[in-house]
């Protein structure tokens, strides 16, 4: 869907642009040249590309060179849309749009605006806003007569169509483009539009057409090396072929896929292919090999689910290994305050014997008292919170795997029986709620988990794992938290965390007609205040746990409709 990009310039080409920078004048060449920064390496360094194409526009809009200013506003939409920064990208592609649209109009970046805009709408799911854009962009290209933009636009409308289950429109797109890319002799967007025409038809359970295609896309995948789509396609065969009852065609296909999206690091696709692997290991009696599989496959799902892209994933790591660094600072600082105790009361002992032998017993007896108390006290905390780590890996480590292997094996049982058996069914609801509820409580006993970091973490996660499946639009809004830094305590992180869940499965289970659900969490004045709200029909049950809960924290909780229509449920509480 996105448009295609760049092949990165050599080093040598790099250099001789940036050269020109030092060496040229403040001109519209300037520009230029500042916009080819952008676009090159916009497939290698976002925050660079970025950068360029920010001086380019500033330059271009301070020469009043109208052209220079298009290139650059679409160039850095890509640069938005490529780092899924879905607000800079809408606010690039309409500014290039309004401007394009100004005498004499400029139907190429017109068209390029709207594909940009369509592509944001797509990332986001949400695809009649894609349709209605990449429509206009196909309009534009036709009237131009430009066979390159409108297969480009063409096959992203059939990409659209397809999601939207508009089977005969997909294909009739789909056709077109890959007839254009032919004439063209582009390769890589013919490659495209065998993909999704290959999916279209496994789609609609034609497998030897969907067959036909996916070879023809690997084929041509092979030729230009791309892994990315040989992985894809070749999963997709393994899927074809398992459906057709291959069973040693599909596992051969599934594994070259495996190998291919590895490569490509296309994590998707990797948890695509463990899921088929798993259900031919399954198929071929071999629990074993099945139950194998079947992990990897949670571990890559779970990998999706925490984050959709390489970067979120960096940041994940980044900071987890900051919240190992401040756990060690945490501890040593504690540790430095026991031997400032220490040396204190040496200290007043000292000076208490000095200026008064009379009363020294006295006053070093009462000091090494005090001492030994915060010593003790200090030395309970941490008791407590290793006592709290250990038990939440001991039951992650324990029950939580026990209850995935439960889950596991309910699941090929569940697939094994030749009809429905509403008792499996039961048993694997409640295999997978018993695994939910203890991921819960290892997450709330744990004493490495006391922080808003964890917190924010947690709540982002159940967003993702309860009301968008639900078809919920969501959004999280933190104010005044030091960007997810800082200790929280356990009993105001847990009970916290527990309200919000709560609030959120009623929007999910009992929200009549609600598409989005807003979330907020800010400090202000020692408090914290949380709400959760959507726009649909109020649930006729009230949040009597949730009372309880607030009540516990010594809080205040509100719910009912919202000013605005919907349900909202508010929390405030002391930080404490």
């Avoid at 997450?443 to 808003?452: C, H, K, L, R, T």
Wanted: glycine share 8%.
């Amino acid at each position: 869907m996105l448009p295609l990009r760049p092949a990165v310039a050599g080093g040598s080409g790099l250099d001789s642009l940036r050269q020109r920078l030092h060496t040229g004048p403040a001109d519209t060449n300037r520009v230029l040249v500042l916009d080819e920064l952008c676009w090159q390496l916009s497939n290698s360094d976002l925050r660079q590309a970025t950068a360029y194409g920010k001086q380019g526009l500033q330059l271009a809009r301070r020469l009043g060179y109208r052209r220079g200013q298009l290139k650059c506003l679409t160039d850095l939409g890509n640069c938005a849309l490529y780092s899924a920064d879905y607000l800079a990208g809408t606010r690039y592609f309409l500014a290039a749009l309004k401007l394009a649209q100004q005498p004499p109009a400029n139907a190429q970046i017109i068209g390029f605006a709207y594909n940009g805009l369509a592509s944001l709408h797509l990332l986001q799911k949400e695809y009649p806003e894609a349709q209605r854009y990449l429509e206009q962009a196909l309009a534009q290209a036709r009237q131009r007569r430009s066979a390159a933009d409108e297969a480009l636009f063409a096959g992203n409308l059939g990409n659209v169509l397809r999601l939207r289950g508009q089977v005969a429109p997909a294909r009739q797109q789909l056709t077109r483009a890959l007839a254009l890319y032919d004439s063209l002799g582009n390769a890589l967007g013919q490659t495209s539009c065998l993909t999704n025409l290959a999916q279209l038809a496994y789609d609609q359970h034609r497998y030897e057409q969907a067959r036909q295609y996916a070879q023809q896309a690997i084929r041509l995948a092979a030729a230009d090396d791309n892994l990315y789509y040989l992985g894809v396609n070749y999963a997709l065969l393994g899927g074809i072929e398992q459906a057709l009852g291959h069973w040693a065609a599909a596992q051969q296909a599934s594994r070259k896929g495996l190998a291919y999206a590895r490569h490509s690091d296309n994590t998707e696709v990797v948890a695509e292919c463990y899921a088929d692997l798993a259900s031919l290991s399954q198929k071929q009696g071999d629990y074993r090999q099945a139950y194998a599989w079947q992990q990897r496959y949670l571990a890559a799902h779970d990998s999706l689910l925490n984050t959709a892209k390489t970067e979120e994933i960096a940041a994940l790591r980044v900071r987890y290994d900051t919240e190992q660094k401040e756990l060690r600072i945490r501890t040593l600082t504690q540790q430095t305050q026991v031997q400032e105790l220490r040396a204190g009361q040496q200290q007043r002992s000292q000076l208490q014997a000095v200026l008064l032998l009379a009363g020294a017993a006295v006053l070093v007896t009462v000091g090494v008292l005090a001492y030994l108390s915060q010593r003790r006290r200090l030395a309970r905390l941490l008791r407590e919170q290793h006592l709290r780590t250990r038990i939440a890996a001991d039951l992650h480590d324990e029950v939580g795997t026990l209850l995935a292997r439960v889950s596991m094996q309910a699941d090929l049982l569940h697939q094994t029986q030749p009809a429905p058996n509403p008792a499996f069914e039961r048993l694997l609801t409640n295999a997978r709620s018993a695994a939910g509820t203890m991921r819960d409580i290892v997450w709330g006993i744990d004493a490495q988990a006391d922080n808003v970091g964890a917190l924010l973490d947690r709540m982002r996660e159940h967003l993702d794992q309860s009301a968008a499946p639900a078809g919920l639009r969501t959004h999280l809004d933190v104010t005044g938290l030091d960007n997810g830094e800082g200790p929280l305590a356990s009993e105001l992180r847990q009970q916290l965390y527990l309200i919000f869940k709560e609030a959120v499965t009623n929007a999910v289970r009992h929200a009549r007609g609600a598409t989005a659900l807003w979330v907020d969490l800010r400090r202000q004045a020692g408090r914290l205040h949380l709400s959760v709200r959507d726009n649909g029909q109020p649930p006729a049950t009230g949040p009597r746990s949730m009372q309880r809960r607030a009540e516990s924290l010594g809080g205040t909780l509100t719910a009912g409709p919202g000013p605005e229509g919907g349900f909202a449920v508010r929390l405030d509480v002391a930080l404490g």
